[in-house]
């Protein structure tokens, strides 16, 4: 398929455990970004890549938390010592955009649930 | 920090009548607001954007007017149908590298058919 691609769609971890979060982005796209949404609430910026390197990663809420982008496409978004309060719907979304240009369509991934137990 | 604002948070409108959401901003550097429909279980998908050099967009039934001095943008969605009926979500960003999105809070709309 040519969108944004997230596994597991459905993740269900014991407090305490680590987990990771993948995200392939639509090929050819610089820009990706990862958001929690929460029930009832809207996405919550978390991070955000250009390329390789994190642009801007102020919306991660504690070291905890971390995403990598290696190779300038997928990303993984790994999560240490889960807590109960980290259970979420993780969405991730790309774009064309790149440092500089104007703002283009971000697409959204379907999500992986967290449910930390 | 981006603060966005959104009302109502809960809509019901008749079918083929017109609804209206509303957001406010507070960092006057956002250029930046797309509107984002989300189906229950389903990914956001973006619906309309408009920049902030444009103060009114209009694509066929849905239509988004910005005020960049009172700091809010809306959107107006005519002779509304059942498949309408969805979350809402505006959002703001500055772009030009900074894009990462701030969302408001959402809008369950219900169109009663």
């Known amino acids: 398929g040519a969108g944004v691609s997230q596994t597991p769609s459905n993740k269900v971890t014991e407090k305490g455990k680590y987990v990771e979060l993948r995200c392939d982005p639509i090929?050819?796209?610089?820009?990706l970004y990862w958001y929690r949404q929460s029930l009832g609430q809207g996405p919550e910026f978390l991070i955000y890549f250009q390329g390789t390197g994190a642009a801007d990663d102020s919306g991660l809420p504690n070291d905890r938390f971390f995403a990598v982008r290696p190779e300038g496409s997928v990303s993984t978004l790994k999560i240490q010592r889960t807590e109960r309060g980290d259970s979420a719907v993780y969405l991730c979304?790309?774009?064309?955009?790149?440092?500089?240009?104007?703002?283009?369509?971000?697409?959204f991934g379907q999500g992986t649930r967290l449910t930390v137990v | 920090g981006e603060n966005v604002e959104q009302h109502p948070s809960t809509l019901s409108v008749q079918e083929g009548d017109s609804a209206v959401i509303k957001c406010t901003y507070s960092?006057?550097?956002?250029?930046?607001f797309p509107w984002y429909k989300q189906e229950l279980g389903k990914r956001p998908q973006l619906i309309i954007d408009i920049r902030s050099n444009v103060g009114e967009k209009k694509d066929q039934r849905i239509a988004v007017t910005l005020n960049k001095t009172a700091k809010h943008f809306s959107l107006h969605i005519t002779e509304t149908q059942p498949e309408d009926s969805a979350v809402y979500f505006c959002a703001a960003s500055r772009g030009f590298g900074n894009e990462k999105l701030t969302f408001g809070t959402g809008t369950r709309l219900t169109i009663i058919p």
């Open positions: 960092d006057s550097a956002s250029n930046y």
């Open positions: 090929s050819g796209h610089t820009a």
């Open positions: 979304a790309s774009s064309p955009s790149s440092t500089g240009s104007p703002p283009t369509e971000a697409f």
